[in-house]
């Protein structure tokens, strides 16, 4: 019997398959990676997004009447003289001890945002800021006798020309501040001790701004 040779001609069933340079294949499992990479980075910053509080649904800070009067309480006794209280609506609890007199309410639609006693350029001051129908910012500042740093904040920058304006039967001082709002200042005439000099100010010389200095005037008209 003769032996079996396998030096023959191979058939087509037994040729090896075309295969796939290395390269090649590298090339697609690393674009595959970087997809799926993606999608897990895109996924987390959508979840990130979901549950962040969105602009629109942060409700601003609040602050109530129990707050408020407790504020004014110790307001009055760091300064020594009852400064006003801006609080929004028609006015306080009826419950509360602030004075009728000092309460300025601003009408619906305003918030106060904060009331507290604090120094500015080494001045005891009382500070309330409030938040208008429109969600711009206006603050009301008191202090016994202040220097020109506390009526200029000229620390923070180059302060404007103050322009007199008359509101309510009051003459008041406008001026861009060094610290870039715009305040309406008034300084009691009859001065001695315990006057307070009063300043209103905002980011800009906007409507809100002068319906607080007007609400303002009236409470300290004599």
């Known amino acids: 019997m003769e032996p079996v040779s396998h030096d023959g001609p191979v058939t087509a069933s037994e040729q090896p398959g075309p295969s796939s340079p290395p390269g090649r294949t590298r090339g697609r499992q690393t674009a595959l990676d970087m997809v799926r990479s993606l999608v897990v980075i895109f996924a987390f910053v959508g979840v990130v997004l979901l549950l962040a509080p969105q602009p629109g649904a942060v409700d601003q800070p609040q602050v109530s009447d129990a707050e408020a009067e407790a504020a004014w309480d110790q307001a009055a006794e760091t300064l020594g003289a009852d400064p006003l209280l801006l609080v929004p609506g ?18 619906e639609g305003w918030r ?111």
């Open 112 to 222: 106060l945002d904060y009331a507290r006693t604090e120094e500015t350029d080494d001045v005891d001051t009382w500070r309330v800021g409030v938040l208008s129908p429109q969600a711009r910012r206006v603050d009301l500042e008191q202090a016994v006798a202040p220097g020109e740093g506390w009526l200029t904040r000229s620390e923070a920058g180059e302060p404007g020309l103050p322009q007199p304006v008359q509101v309510g039967g009051l003459t008041w001082t406008e001026q861009e501040r060094g610290d870039g709002d715009v305040a309406w200042t008034w300084v009691d005439p009859a001065g001695g001790a315990g006057a307070l000099t009063t300043a209103v100010s905002s980011s800009s010389d906007s409507e809100d701004l002068q319906a607080v200095v007007e609400a303002v005037s009236a409470a300290l008209a004599p």
């Open 90 to 107: 028609e006015g306080l609890d009826g419950s509360a001890d602030v004075p009728a007199q000092v309460v300025v309410a601003l009408g």
